[in-house]
Every structure is written in structure tokens, then in C-alpha cells.
């Protein structure tokens, strides 16, 4: 308990961070006290421990180095520090009236001198790299684009040419233990070259032939792959970095839609965190270069999210444009007035219809499509506990929202609650946790309150270690989590680390170089699914469980759960479809009645207060699943909310596509604007580019 306060203090994930973090705070202090002394085999020693602490909290990516540097100790100022102790060792060992003293201090100012020519080549060379397009699945082969420097040269590229000063600062230790200048002088002398060195191999990649094309041609040559590939559906997306799930969950739908479908993102931060698909993607950062593309052959515009910069596209007469958001719910934002702006708003079911003829926004009944919800086909129905298993009960609260109304998320007046009485269940449960990723991103508290459950559920889990009820259990399996955790380990490795700041440092390199062949996409959606198994079998099936990252995803969670207890939100919509029983806290006090009345999702629902009292409720239903009287409601409410079964989701949402593509024909063709298939045929070098009709503009 100790220990998970001091990490979190420190501000570090891990056991092993804070022993790094530890180390490299005596490794300073250690060069310190020995500088004094002076003590030069100890300095030594100390030196190494500060190296390795840093190196170590790097390579792991630790955010207490984000907190070293916003309180100006960052790796320049901490490398600059332990120079400055060396030179205190120097003096204080009499070697301050000596040249070696003088030589020491300006290898040190040289190799810092020209770490500046250095940064400033490395953010020239980014820069130029940049295309002003970024590309995934689109073959770039006509496009020249030469190979960058190798990532030897650029990755971490700071932190490499700070520690060139080792052969120095070894030498000169060196010199002080063996009483011999020449040492000094070496390790200044090969320093100073290593950078040298490091600035000479840059210096090639600066000439014309190694960089990519300038921005008007390769604008041009996309336009020309527009021609070409013609595709007629986008999915356009624009988000923060952490809203990448709100695209990713339609990847798979555009893959397998009869149509050439397109993503179009808008931020480079959502390209690298793109899940694996086969479908080409680009990302267009610039609103003036979208604007000037030749969009003219898409038909139908999908979007997840409303955000301003739909703008971009919306503003293209030739297309339809479609709201298909990122959930369905009974929130406001599902109801949101910014669906007028779209030619139809597709719902999952008639529950969608019926919240916006309720909601009187503006938007028409006739403009509302009901195409399911392809994305659920991962849910798998409720199958039962396994026999000699205790069931799972997932608290997956969604976040605290824009303003501070109470029925926003449970987690901040019911979360506490929820996690203490399902830890202290009469009949125990296993607990997973997983917050909404923007827990505490705008209301402290809400952060404050996730850290407290985390809390908890660490210390109930150490408690059912010690429990010898469960020692049996754990004696069984071990061999089996073990094995699951070294699969994990290995798996680790092989995901290569790095990938994303390679992607982002590279843009050109990675743009013409992402393709994901089918087989390819294949193989990892079954190193996915290997993952995720593995990920389970790596603990046992009583301990309780905290999921803040990515991964696994939360159908993964859905599927390893046997009830569901979460807010107003599409979570609880999604989790519908696998008829598992479930509860919704009634966080601003409505009332039980007034509650479903107001939220359809919560009518085949255990409704909670703030207390969670009701969750006795929940664990009967579980733990006596013919005794569930909400059963028969759940598959109902099913049904309203996501539609019926058959046809498929995807293929009511195909349909839908085509007939939309169909309607923005028939509205060019009225309008003079006329492609006809032979001039579809012409291939882009002879194609004249048929330029959307402008539209209005205020």
C-alpha cells in the first residue's frame, strides 16, 4: 500500500521505475558526497548508478520524466549536473591548476556547442520529411520518396548525443584514479569526435535527391490517385490523440463494405494510433490542402464524431454526408442539434429514431436510417460461469463529461461505493475496472476518486492473495499463468517498441512503406486474439483487475464478464447485445421511475443509487441466472435498441451506403454533373479532374 502511494507520488507505473528512480537519485547524490571526500572509486560507482537510473527510466518511458523537466531538471540540466560534479572532483583532487583541468572543461563546452548544430539538423531533416499528407495502404511507388536516415541516427537522438560525453567523462576519472593526464585527453578527444561524427553522418540525408518530393507535387500526384482508385465512401475523422477508439471502431465496417472506401484523418497524433486495416487511409492536417482536393468521386461522407472541422468535407456538394457517431446512448450528445448539418443521421435501432422525435433538434424522421450496430459482432451472448468459477462483474463508469451534472458519470458520487460492496460481496465476485480513458481529463476530482478505487482494488487483491480459499486455485493454474506471462513477455518483444516515434519522426519513410496486406492484417488479428488470451490466463480467475490501457479492449471485457455495471453511455447500449444482466446508477437522483423513463437503455436495467445498495440485486441475477426476472425485458430492449438480428448489421449498413451513393448520383445528374463510365475508365494521366461544384459560402 506503501509502495503504490510513493509511485504514484513519484510519479511512476512500476516497482522496477521506482527502484530506477531511486538509483538515479543516490547515483547524485553518492557523485556528490564523493566529489567532496574526495572519493574517486565510490564517484565511479555513483556515476554508473546515475547513468543506468536514466537510461532505464527512458527506455520505459516514464512520466516522471516529464515532471523532471517541467521542474528543470530534464536530461540536459541533469546531464550538465553531473559534469559539473566531475569538475568537482577534479578540483578538489588537485588536479584544478593542471591543463587536463582546462582541456576538461572545454571538451565539455565543445561537445555542448555542437549539440546545437546537431538538434537543429535533426528538426531540418523532420521537417523537410514531412509530407503534407501522410498515407496508410496507398501505394506511394510513383511518388519518389527516398529512404531517411536510419533510425540509429534519429531515434532518441537527443539523448544519444548527450551521452557521446561518456569516453569523456570516463577518461577524465580514469586520470584521476591512475594519476595519468593521457587518459583525459583521449576520452576528451574521441567525445569530441563522436559528435563530430554524428553531425558529418546527417549531412548527406540534407540534399535534394534524398528528400521527398516538395508539397505542390505531391499534392498533385494524390489528386491523380484520387482519379485513379476513385474511391466513393470516406470516413472522415477529427479528434484529440486519446479518441482514436471513436475511428478505430469502424475500421473493420469499411473493410467490408461492397464499396472503395476511404479514411480521411485530419491529426497526425490519430494516424499513429491507428488500429491494423486494410483499407487506405490519409491524414490531411492542412483544411486548405483538403479543401483543394479533387474530392469530386466520393459519394457518401461517414462521420463518428461531430467536430468543427467537419466543415472541410461537409462543405463538398457532390457527396452525401452521414452522422454515424461513435455509440448510441441515451446522452445529449445523441441528440445533438449539429445533426442537422448531415443529409441523414444513421441510429442502431428505432430507439434512435424515437430519442431524436422526442428531442425535436431539427432533425427528420424521414432523414434517419436504422442500420444496427456492425461493431458488436465481437460481443459474444451470455453463456453462463464457468463450472467451479466465481462470475465477473466489470465497473466500466464513463467519464465526468463537459459540465459537472451528476448524471454524468457514477464514478464520482456512486464509484466508491460500487467497488467497496462488490469487493465485500457475500458470495465473491472477481471486479474488473475499466474507467473511460478520459477519467480526470477536465474535473481533478474525478482523477482523484479513480486513484482511490485503483486503490482499493489493489488492496483487495492482496487481501484475496492471503485468502486460503484461494490458495488451492492458484496452486492449480500457476504452471498456466506462467506460461500465459512469458507468451505475454514474449509477445512484448516482439511488438516492437518504438514503433509510434518512429512513425512520427519519419512521416515520408513510414507513409510509403505502410501497407497491410490482407494475409498481414489476418496474422494480427490472430496475434490480437492470442494477446488477449494470454492476457487473461496470466492472472488467475479470481483476482480482481484494473484496465486503464488500450488494451484489452472493452469488448474483451465484455466477453470475459458475466454483468456489467456502468452509466448512461453507449457501454451500456453495446453491452445489451450480450444479453448479460446489468446495472445503471441513477447518479442525479432521479428516481427509479422518473430514471427509465427518461433512459431507455436502463429498462431492462438493475437501476442504483448512489449508495449501490441495489447491487445485491445484480449478484442474484448472476449467481442464479433462472431466477433473473429481467431477462426476457433485456432481449426486448435488445431489439429496440440495436435493431433485429437479420439481416446483419453490416449488411443493413452496405445497403444503406449504396443507396445513399445512389441518391448522390441521381442529385449530380440533376445538377449537370455527369460522369460517365467510359470517362470513369480513363486513367488518371489522361482524366481531366472533375471538380466539385463550389459551394456557398456565407
Excluded at 521506482?18 to 558526497?33: E, F, P, Q, R, S
Excluded at 564517484?43 to 516522471?64: E, T
Aim: proline residues 6%.
Amino acid at each position: 500500500m506503501t509502495g503504490g502511494l510513493l509511485r504514484r507520488l513519484v510519479g511512476v507505473a512500476s516497482g522496477p521505475e521506482l527502484t530506477a528512480a531511486l538509483v538515479l537519485l543516490t547515483g547524485y547524490a553518492g557523485m556528490l558526497v564523493t566529489a567532496l571526500l574526495p572519493a574517486t572509486g565510490a564517484f565511479a560507482v555513483a556515476a554508473v548508478l546515475s547513468y543506468a537510473g536514466d537510461h532505464y527510466l527512458h527506455r520505459r518511458g516514464s512520466y516522471l520524466l516529464v515532471r523532471m523537466g517541467k521542474a528543470r531538471v530534464g536530461l540536459t540540466v541533469r546531464f550538465l549536473v553531473r559534469q559539473l560534479l566531475l569538475v568537482l572532483l577534479l578540483a578538489r583532487t588537485d588536479w584544478a591548476g593542471e591543463t587536463i583541468f582546462y582541456a576538461a572543461i572545454v571538451g565539455f563546452l565543445a561537445c555542448y556547442g555542437l549539440q546545437a548544430p546537431h538538434t537543429a539538423l535533426i528538426m531540418t531533416l523532420r521537417r523537410k520529411r514531412r509530407l503534407p499528407i501522410a498515407t496508410r495502404n496507398i501505394d506511394l511507388s510513383t511518388l519518389p520518396v527516398p529512404d531517411g536516415p536510419p533510425r540509429w541516427l534519429t531515434h532518441r537522438a537527443v539523448e544519444k548525443v548527450l551521452h557521446t560525453e561518456v569516453p569523456m567523462f570516463a577518461g577524465l576519472v580514469l586520470a584521476v584514479a591512475a594519476d595519468t593526464a593521457a587518459f583525459g585527453y583521449a576520452g576528451t578527444a574521441v567525445s569530441v569526435g563522436l559528435v563530430l561524427l554524428y553531425l558529418v553522418a546527417l549531412l548527406p540525408f540534407l540534399r535534394a535527391k534524398r528528400l521527398p518530393p516538395p508539397k505542390e507535387q505531391t499534392l498533385e500526384w494524390f489528386d491523380g490517385w484520387l482519379r485513379t482508385h476513385r474511391p466513393t465512401v470516406a470516413l472522415y475523422f477529427s479528434g484529440s490523440k486519446d479518441s482514436a477508439y471513436q475511428v478505430n471502431m469502424w475500421l473493420d465496417t469499411m473493410a467490408g463494405l461492397d464499396a472503395r472506401p476511404l479514411v480521411i484523418l485530419r491529426e497526425r497524433s490519430i494516424l499513429t494510433r491507428l488500429a491494423t486495416t486494410t483499407v487506405p487511409v490519409v491524414c490531411v492536417p492542412s483544411a486548405v490542402d483538403l479543401m483543394n482536393m479533387d474530392l469530386s468521386m466520393l459519394r457518401v461522407g461517414l462521420y463518428p464524431a461531430n467536430v468543427g472541422k467537419n466543415l472541410h468535407l461537409l462543405r463538398v456538394p457532390t457527396m452525401k454526408h452521414v452522422f454515424i457517431g461513435h455509440g448510441d446512448s441515451d446522452k445529449i450528445a445523441s441528440i445533438n442539434p449539429y445533426a442537422k448539418a448531415y443529409d441523414e443521421v444513421w441510429t442502431a435501432g428505432r430507439a434512435g429514431r424515437d430519442r431524436y422525435a422526442l428531442a425535436d433538434v431539427g432533425v427528420r424522421d424521414e432523414d434517419i436510417v436504422e442500420v444496427g450496430r456492425p461493431q458488436l459482432a465481437p460481443i459474444a451472448p451470455a453463456s453462463g460461469v464457468p463450472a467451479g468459477r466465481i462470475p465477473t462483474v466489470l465497473y466500466a463508469p464513463t467519464w465526468e463529461g463537459w459540465t459537472d451534472e451528476p448524471g454524468n458519470t457514477s464514478l464520482l458520487l456512486a464509484g466508491e461505493n460500487i467497488i467497496r460492496r462488490l469487493l465485500a460481496a457475500e458470495r465473491p465476485v472477481r471486479v474488473l475496472y475499466k474507467p473511460h480513458p478520459f477519467t480526470g481529463s477536465r474535473n481533478p476530482e474525478a482523477g482523484a476518486v479513480h486513484q482511490r478505487i485503483v486503490a482499493m482494488m489493489q488492496q483487495a487483491g492482496a487481501e484475496r492473495a492471503a485468502d486460503p480459499r484461494w490458495a488451492e486455485a492458484a496452486k492449480e493454474t500457476a504452471a498456466e499463468r506462467e506460461r500465459a506471462q512469458a507468451r505475454l513477455r514474449a509477445m512484448a518483444e516482439q511488438g516492437g517498441a518504438g514503433t509510434v516515434l518512429a512513425a512520427a519522426w519519419d512521416d515520408a519513410s513510414v507513409s510509403r512503406d505502410a501497407m497491410t496486406p490482407a494475409d498481414q492484417a489476418a496474422g494480427e488479428e490472430r496475434r490480437r486474439a492470442e494477446w488477449n488470451e494470454a492476457y487473461w490466463s496470466a492472472r488467475g480467475w479470481w483476482e480482481h483487475r484494473v484496465i486503464t490501457g488500450p488494451e484489452p479492449l472493452l469488448f474483451d471485457c465484455f466477453n470475459e464478464s458475466d454483468a456489467l455495471v456502468s452509466d448512461i453511455s453507449s457501454v451500456v447500449s453495446d453491452f445489451i447485445a450480450s444479453g448479460k444482466p446489468y446495472a445503471v446508477t441513477d447518479s442525479a437522483a432521479l428516481g427509479a421511475e422518473e430514471f427509465r423513463r427518461q433512459n431507455t437503455a436502463v429498462r431492462a436495467a438493475v437501476i442504483l443509487d448512489n449508495d449501490a445498495a441495489g447491487l445485491d440485486e445484480l449478484l442474484q441475477a448472476v449467481h442464479a441466472p433462472d431466477t433473473d426476472p429481467l431477462t426476457a425485458a433485456r432481449g426486448e430492449l435488445k431489439h429496440y435498441l440495436l435493431g433485429p438480428d437479420e439481416p446483419t448489421s453490416l449488411s443493413r449498413f452496405d445497403s444503406a451506403v449504396r443507396v445513399l451513393a445512389e441518391r448522390a448520383e441521381a442529385r449530380n445528374a440533376a445538377q449537370g454533373i455527369v460522369e460517365t463510365a467510359a470517362a470513369a475508365a480513363v486513367p488518371a494521366a489522361a482524366d481531366a479532374p472533375l471538380r466539385p461544384v463550389p459551394a456557398q459560402e456565407g
